[in-house]
């Protein structure tokens, strides 16, 4: 199965509500909800209202159906197979919860045709129906006294990008046991990326599905320190759209032409790992789909990356819900050195998709590039933090994770933090604009204080969050395993539990018809 997130926010300021075409009850709800404090800030969000051609939501699945009929069309797979697709969709605001999945749901059939893709939207309800409906039930009947409280916390998509991340591969065990045993595995993908499927059977001889055949996914090995790993995760890779006309094979991220651009440069420019990383990892090619050597990857896109099922139930992996940036990142990290042979990505050559995020969405990512900017002063917080909460050594988890992951960990996070936001100031000042100043100084003020205020008021914030979501999500896992045996002895109540899910998943599917035209 494929999955995605739908990132959502309120119209743009610079729009004029009364002009967006959206339903009356649509136009009343946000009247109200624009009176909210935003909660959450999320990279390039799809603001209600914006035109089809412009809906990231609607271009990613159009994109996908699309690949899919490439595969039919060239006799890969046959002409009635429709890919599952699992949609988590998060919010800025409280308020957009009652809103967003009829208005997607409205979207998707007034500008899509997708006769290739099943389609699932979840929302914060649909999940706590689960929670409620099938995972405290489980609870109550086969583990008493196991902590029901923090499934509540973990099982969502409401929040952190670290939670619906963590919800969007937790899923797919759980669609394993109650509704599909046959699947194996799942992938994520990024709503702005799609599949080029012709470049990629010109440059690498293989279609987007075919890469997923490999028989280096799932395979055993041995890393260069001598240690076993398990390469059941894969990680693809990103080509700019206006790249790919030179080939699939040109980094998303290239070395700064000047490395001491801007006063923040002097102190940290994740640029240059990151380009890095992209170049000697993520662009690596091999010799063939039997090589011995391989690549295993830490740094990965929050798209292009996927886990066999199998693996997902015995290793355990998630990201902690209060994680903000880099939820693809932290993913691996609770994991880390947990069992052997290590979970690890498998990086697969020619495994890339199309970045086309500044074709259709330049609006939305200029309106959340400050927001952005700030989360990535807390992505260095938090991730230090976070490293040092971990039951391994400090030393230890930033040297494996280094390059581009571990740049994020420092042993000062605080400076670091610090001198990058007083240099950022002092760079607004100079500019003379001193509106985007005051807003900068206000937004991130607010949110950096939140953070050192969690930490001085609990110096075990981390460790304790990271325990307390590692049993939770044990928990969950530990469900599924009696479920899955429950239901292959026939007992009654798994089986009436089944009998619900069923009628959860009827209500998050799209029941799309198809209209007459699509847009992409």
């Known amino acids: 199965m494929f999955t995605a997130n739908i990132l959502a926010t309120l119209p743009l300021d610079a729009w004029q509500l009364d ?17 909210e404090k935003q909660k959450y800030w999320y990279d390039h969000p799809i603001p209600l209202g914006i035109a089809g051609q412009k809906n990231e939501a609607i271009y990613g699945l159009c994109g996908l159906d699309e690949m899919v009929a490439f595969e039919k069309s060239t006799g890969r797979i046959s002409k009635n197979c429709k890919l599952t697709c699992l949609l988590s969709a998060s919010t800025t605001h409280d ?3 009652a809103v967003v999945k009829d208005y997607f749901k409205d979207e998707l059939q007034k500008n899509g045709q997708f006769k290739n893709l099943d389609i699932f939207i979840f929302t914060e309800t649909d999940t706590r129906r689960i929670t409620d409906e099938i995972l405290i039930p489980l609870i109550d009947y086969y583990m008493p ?6 499934l509540y916390s973990i099982f969502g998509v409401d929040g952190e990008y670290g939670r619906h991340y963590s919800f969007l591969k937790a899923i797919a065990a759980f669609w394993q046991v109650f509704i599909n045993p046959e699947t194996k595995a799942t992938f994520k993908i990024d709503l702005d990326q799609v599949f080029p499927q012709q470049k990629l ?11 997923f055949k490999t028989p280096l996914w799932g395979a055993k090995g041995l890393d260069s320190l001598g240690k076993e790993v398990d390469l059941s995760m894969i990680a693809g890779a990103l080509v700019n759209q206006n790249d790919i006309h030179k080939s699939l094979f040109v980094p998303d991220i290239t070395f700064p032409d000047n490395i001491l651009n801007t006063p923040e440069s002097l102190i940290f420019n994740s640029r240059i790992p990151q380009a890095l990383s992209t170049e000697a990892e993520m ?6 789909d039997e090589s011995n050597e391989v690549i295993q990857r830490i740094h990965v896109t929050g798209g292009t990356n996927g886990i066999l099922i199998d693996a997902l139930r015995k290793h355990r992996p998630f990201t902690p819900s209060i994680i903000g940036r880099a939820e693809d990142q932290a993913y691996l990290l609770s994991v880390l050195f947990k069992q052997s042979p290590a979970l690890r990505y498998l990086h697969k050559p020619g495994l890339i998709m199309r970045h086309d995020k500044h074709t259709f969405a330049s609006e939305a990512i200029d309106a959340s590039a400050m927001g ?9 917080l938090v991730f230090s933090e976070y490293t040092r909460a971990l039951p391994w050594d400090f030393d230890q988890i930033k040297s494996e994770i280094d390059p581009f992951t571990g740049a994020f960990v420092s042993p000062i996070p605080v400076t670091i933090v610090m001198l990058r936001f007083t240099f950022k100031m002092l760079e607004l000042s100079e500019t003379g604009d001193h509106k985007s100043l005051i807003k900068f100084q206000k937004l991130g ?3 950096l204080l939140e953070w050192f205020n969690r930490f001085d008021n609990d110096e075990n914030y981390f460790k304790n969050l990271y325990k307390q979501e ?8 530990d469900l599924l395993d009696i479920a899955e045996t429950k239901l292959n002895e026939n007992d009654d109540f798994v089986i009436g539990l089944k009998e619900s899910v069923i009628s959860i998943m009827a209500v998050s599917y799209t029941h799309l018809t198809l209209p007459t035209k699509r847009i992409v």
Request: aromatic share 8%; proline share 0%; no cysteine.
């Open 372 to 380: 952005k900017l700030i989360g990535d002063y807390i992505r260095i």
């Open 19 to 35: 002009e967006l075409v959206l339903s009356a009850d649509i136009h009343r709800k946000i009247q109200s909800i624009k009176k």
């Open 95 to 97: 308020g957009l919860h």
């Open 470 to 477: 590692a049993d939770g999500w044990n928990t969950f896992y």
């Open 145 to 150: 006294g196991a902590n029901k409280k923090i």
């Open 201 to 211: 059977l010109e440059e690498t001889g293989h279609s987007a599905l075919d890469h």
């Open 283 to 288: 662009m690596m090619q091999y010799k063939g």
């Open 445 to 447: 003020s607010e949110r």
